[in-house]
């Protein structure tokens, strides 16, 4: 074995099962696991959106700061209407 190739560790060993097994259950249960994805992704969204608005906020002496605070807006928006109608977010996403 070359001086540059890593030996496998427990830890990667574990890792790599539990990467297997996570997927399996996704597999499984593929409604359940869309439902979290959404989720996660209103989320995100809203998250990003009020990290993006404060941050226009902060940068409101820049000319053009209002057009970050708008996409902050939309961003939120989105994630409420995410979070509020999921089966229509599903559908969205895996037409687009």
Known sequence: MSSSARSRTTSDILVGIGLVLGGAAMAAYSA??????VVILAWA?????????????LKRAESNWW????????????????LT?????RFTLSVV
């Open 45 to 57: 969204l809203i998250g990003l959106g009020v990290a993006i608005g404060v941050l226009a906020y």
């Open 32 to 37: 359940t696991a869309t439902r979290v994805s």
């Open 85 to 89: 109608n999921p089966a229509t977010t």
């Open 67 to 82: 057009l970050r605070l708008g996409g902050g807006v939309l961003l939120v928006v989105l994630g409420v209407l995410s």
